[in-house]
């Protein structure tokens, strides 16, 4: 399963909304259980990636609320509201429907 | 809280092998799936395989002919081998620990990753 992330970067205003697109190139919605296998991750330069949210929209703990996950099927969204100077940093997509899990390019996000 | 703490050699030439180890303290390693995970600029992330305290492996499909996870369960420990490196290999190799009870890796908690350069 190809993932393909939308923008490659952005730069947005410190307070502010940012929105991170995902498009996969199956379905990754188990119809059986309603989930959709999808996932976000953020990576800070010289850090691990970092699990923000699994099944499209769970967020993990310890994830401040303003990191939110919607969509379903083969369309998904990373939205980060009022941005802090922290959240500067690349995220991507993954599903886990499939195997092997496979990830989009990356999104390289920018605090203006 | 889960630590992996991951270590090997970063310097290698092509067609040598590759050889990585991940610890694992504050947490044990059975009921999970142990995964190796790397980043490289030109192919992002890619997931490398996998193994449970059991010893059953996952591979992905376009490395598994080079490729070897095993598991010392006695150590709280995994590790990576790879032969035949090339450039292509370059990357930073990161071991995960994958959420349990989904049957593709979604990786909850990640080592600190190391560089692994491959050069002549």
């Known amino acids: 399963i190809v993932l393909t992330q939308s923008p490659d970067s952005l730069a947005v205003s410190l307070g502010e909304r940012a929105t991170i697109h995902c498009k996969s190139s199956?379905?990754?919605?188990?119809?059986?259980?309603?989930?959709?296998?999808l996932a976000w991750y953020q990576r800070k330069p010289g850090q691990p990636p970092r699990l923000l949210i699994y099944?499209?929209?769970t967020r993990e703990s310890g994830v401040p609320d303003r990191f939110s996950g919607s969509g379903s099927v083969t369309n998904f969204t990373l939205t980060i509201s009022s941005l802090q100077a922290e959240d500067g940093a690349v995220y991507y997509c993954?599903?886990?429907?499939?195997?092997?899990?496979?990830f989009g390019q990356g999104t390289r996000l920018e605090i203006k | 809280q889960v630590q992996l703490q991951q270590w090997g050699a970063g310097l290698l030439q092509p067609s040598e092998t590759l050889s990585l180890t991940c610890a694992v303290s504050?947490?044990?390693?059975?009921?999970?799936?142990w995964n190796w995970i790397r980043q490289s600029p030109g192919k992002g992330l890619e997931w490398i395989g996998e193994?449970?305290?059991?010893?059953?492996?996952n591979y992905s499909p376009s490395l598994m002919s080079r490729v070897t996870v095993s598991i010392d369960a006695s150590k709280n420990r995994f590790s990576l081998t790879m032969i035949s490196v090339t450039a292509a290999d370059t990357a930073v190799y990161y071991c995960?620990?994958?959420?349990?009870?989904?049957?593709?890796?979604?990786?909850?908690?990640w080592g600190q990753g190391i560089q692994v350069t491959v050069s002549s």
């Open positions: 995960g620990r994958a959420m349990p009870g989904i049957a593709v890796p979604l990786i909850d908690s």
């Open positions: 504050g947490g044990s390693l059975s009921g999970y799936y």
């Open positions: 193994i449970n305290n059991s010893g059953s492996t």
């Open positions: 199956q379905n990754v919605l188990y119809s059986s259980n309603n989930k959709n296998y």
């Open positions: 099944w499209a929209s």
């Open positions: 993954q599903q886990y429907y499939y195997p092997p899990p496979t």
